[in-house]
């Protein structure tokens, strides 16, 4: 399976510096590009003179991860795209395990490898983790991460398991399941992108993976405490998107209406904190959801399938209301598979 390993850069070339060589060593038989999105640093100029065997793809515009990536996998021809953060150290006989689980199912649609933390070796990295999944309201969540709080990496999730969404940090998709999805929506810009293109790939019918015996070393380390209000911005308003793209029948206005609340309590929680950037972020979220409605609903037509997956009633209450801090703490997942 010919492979293409794709770093989407913007002005960051001490990112480059610094991981470009370790995916360069450990990346035997794939193709490097880097997927330039018009930096204005000499990011580019750093690629062809030090590492001459990465092919460099220049976007005309900054157009953000979704577009960024749409418009460099255009040019390319190889049949698997790892789509993988500038900021990831890929250890020796990462790739391998990855390659592998494509070449021997062929309904495996993406699939993420265990994502640790670069500062932390021993604990999973916030941004994916060991594979991610949703609840009925669209919350994200992790093997390994549910909200803010991290485990250890202790073995615990070394086997290969099907999961909701794949990270956007290290994801990898067959060239035919990214287009027949409808590749990346670039409404999205940033954040979130990447669970909504796994939920159009789940509708599709295909599987996804992560692949426990391949591992990489995420920089990361968002949380809400450390984001700034437009990281606010898009992951509200992104979260309400997919769920209008993704649910069938009347449940996504059910589900959107209670998730909207829960956003109103989450805004006045930084208003109290004395973050009103945050609490206006979230106002501005929901005013450009409305705003794209009718938009959403076209592409609903297209995307929502009735399909079961094994999701949570509500990681909220169980992780806030119950203290459950762990994955396998959460009561009753996987025990049955429920329509989202």
Not at 99 to 107: L, V, Y
Request: glycine share 8%; aromatic share 14%.
């Amino acid at each position: 399976m010919k492979t293409a390993i794709v770093i989407l850069n913007w002005n960051g070339k001490s990112l480059l510096e610094k991981f470009l060589p370790s995916v360069v060593a450990n990346s035997p038989g794939a193709n490097i590009y880097v997927a330039d999105n018009a930096s204005t640093d000499d990011s580019v100029a750093f690629v062809k003179s030090d590492f001459p065997e990465v092919g460099v793809i220049q976007n005309a515009v900054n157009g953000g991860y979704a577009k960024g990536y749409n418009n460099a996998l255009e040019h390319l021809t190889e049949d698997l795209f790892i789509l993988l953060n500038s900021d990831i150290e890929t250890p020796a006989g990462w790739l391998a395990p990855i390659i592998n689980a494509f070449e021997k199912d062929k309904n495996l649609g993406a699939a993420q490898p265990k994502i640790l933390d670069y500062k932390n070796k021993d604990y999973f990295e916030y941004a994916g983790a060991a594979g991610g999944y949703l609840d009925k309201l669209g919350y994200p969540f992790c093997r390994g991460r549910i909200f803010q709080e991290l485990e250890k990496d202790k073995g615990q999730y070394d086997e290969d398991a099907e999961i909701f969404w794949a990270s956007g940090a290290c994801l990898a998709v067959t060239r035919d399941v990214f287009a027949k999805a409808g590749k990346l929506d670039e409404l999205y810009f940033a954040h979130q992108e990447e669970i909504d293109l796994c939920w159009r790939i789940k509708n599709l019918g295909y599987s996804i993976q992560c692949i426990g015996t391949s591992k990489v070393y995420h920089v990361g380390g968002a949380t809400l405490q450390t984001m700034n209000p437009k990281k606010t911005f898009y992951n509200f308003r992104n979260s309400l998107f997919s769920l209008l793209k993704n649910v069938t029948g009347f449940k996504a206005y059910a589900r959107i209406f209670k998730r909207m609340l829960l956003d109103g309590v989450a805004a006045f929680q930084f208003l109290l904190q004395g973050r009103p950037g945050h609490f206006f972020a979230i106002l501005k979220a929901h005013m450009s959801f409305y705003t794209h409605f009718n938009t959403l609903k076209k592409q609903r037509k297209i995307h929502a399938r009735d399909t079961r997956y094994y999701i949570l009633n509500s990681v909220i209450w169980q992780h806030f209301a119950q203290g459950k801090k762990r994955f396998s703490q959460l009561s009753s997942f996987g025990a049955s598979q429920n329509k989202y």
